[in-house]
């Protein structure tokens, strides 16, 4: 068996998407309720990001690699491939100890001493009347952040609505808010952009804060 | 807990991380480098710090006396620094046609590219576009500020 070639790949282009989704799990994790701290030992968007594309260049680790079945990789197919390496590492970090010592529901308010709440006690109170209200608590939060953009506003409070997020098509809240796709569009990279930059600031302030 | 809710949780983070990544893929190269200062993300510093990461396993391949991947032997050749040319003549010209690439990469224009007058100096800006400019301006010059401090 010969080994693939890699001639097509763009490593630089590939980590940097790998970041990029990184930051998208980490802003549906706030969306979900709840609210990120990491803290100094804790793992960024980079840090993740860059761990799961090492794993897969290491040759000593052999739990990620590119089967030699496969065709010749891509940047785009080793993207696809290490988002769902990421993608199960992100939720094995928030399982993890470390992850419960570093994470908190702290959408409302800046109290260093406040108990948190970890992924698993989320999951445990999911569909329950309570794990609601504190879902409805965090879209209230969310939607705070938006209050000078009233425009992004009423996109976002129909995005998180209770049907599911994105339930609705772009031609669907178009209609319901009166503008074009194309505004809907442009809105929703807007919205992606400071959700991701909420969710940035956030990680390094409480980091700083230690 | 039941795993059925853990699972439905995770089913909901993933598909709105999914969502949100839907326009990414359409991005190019240059815009995924943009869209990573926008959140605070120093593309150049991460090419760098994982250019140094991949050295490092290279090193402590050679030095155990095995063969380096070609996956790891591309990963290092293409996050050098510029002004470092791979020593290998192939790996040295595709390293400058990436070079190369991304300044042609750099000045594409959009398709839909229109003209527009600047109207900041008018006073005559929307509200969120004057938020977007400042926010750019005060980025900028803070860039400015940290390296004029790094070369003092």
């Given amino acids: ?210 | 807990m039941s795993k059925k809710k853990t699972d439905r949780l995770f089913d909901d983070i993933c598909n709105m991380a999914k969502h949100m990544a839907e326009s990414d893929e359409v991005l190019t190269a240059e815009e995924v480098r943009k869209e990573l200062r926008e959140t605070g993300v120093d593309p150049d510093d991460l090419k760098s710090r994982f250019h140094e990461s991949v050295k490092h396993l290279a090193e402590r391949e050679r030095l155990a006396n095995r063969a380096v991947p070609l996956s790891l032997k591309r990963a290092v050749d293409s996050t050098r620094p510029v002004g470092q040319l791979p020593s290998d003549p192939v790996a040295a010209t595709t390293f400058a046609e990436r070079w190369l690439e991304k300044f042609r990469s750099t000045f594409a224009l959009p398709t839909n590219l229109e003209s527009a007058r600047a109207y900041r100096a008018l006073d005559d800006i929307s509200e969120p576009d004057q938020k977007g400019l400042d926010e750019l301006e005060a980025e900028l010059k803070a860039k400015v500020k940290k390296e004029n401090e790094h070369q003092t």
């Fill in chain 1, 1 to 210: 068996m010969t080994e693939p070639s890699f001639v097509a790949v763009d490593f630089e282009e590939v980590l940097n998407r790998l970041v990029l989704y990184a930051q998208s799990l980490s802003a549906a994790v706030v969306c979900v309720g709840l609210q990120e701290r990491i803290l100094p030992g804790g793992e960024s968007a980079e840090d993740l990001a860059m761990t799961t594309l090492l794993k897969f260049l290491d040759p000593l680790n052999v739990s990620v690699t590119w089967s030699e079945q496969k065709a010749d990789p891509t940047t785009a197919t080793v993207v696809a491939y290490l988002r769902k390496v990421l993608q199960r590492d992100f939720f094995d970090l928030k399982k993890s100890k470390r992850y419960r010592t570093t994470v908190y529901v702290d959408a409302y308010s800046d109290d260093e001493d406040e108990v948190g709440t970890t992924l698993d006690q989320l999951a445990r109170t999911f569909e329950t009347p309570e794990g609601e209200a504190q879902r409805r608590q965090q879209v209230e939060w969310i939607l705070k952040q938006f209050d000078s953009e009233p425009e992004l506003k009423d996109i976002v409070r129909l995005q998180l609505d209770p049907k599911g997020y994105n339930a609705y098509s772009n031609q669907e809240l178009a209609q319901l808010l009166n503008t074009t796709v194309a505004d809907i569009e442009n809105q929703k990279k807007r919205i992606k952009l400071r959700l991701r930059k909420l969710v940035a600031s956030r990680s390094t302030k409480e980091a700083e804060h230690v």
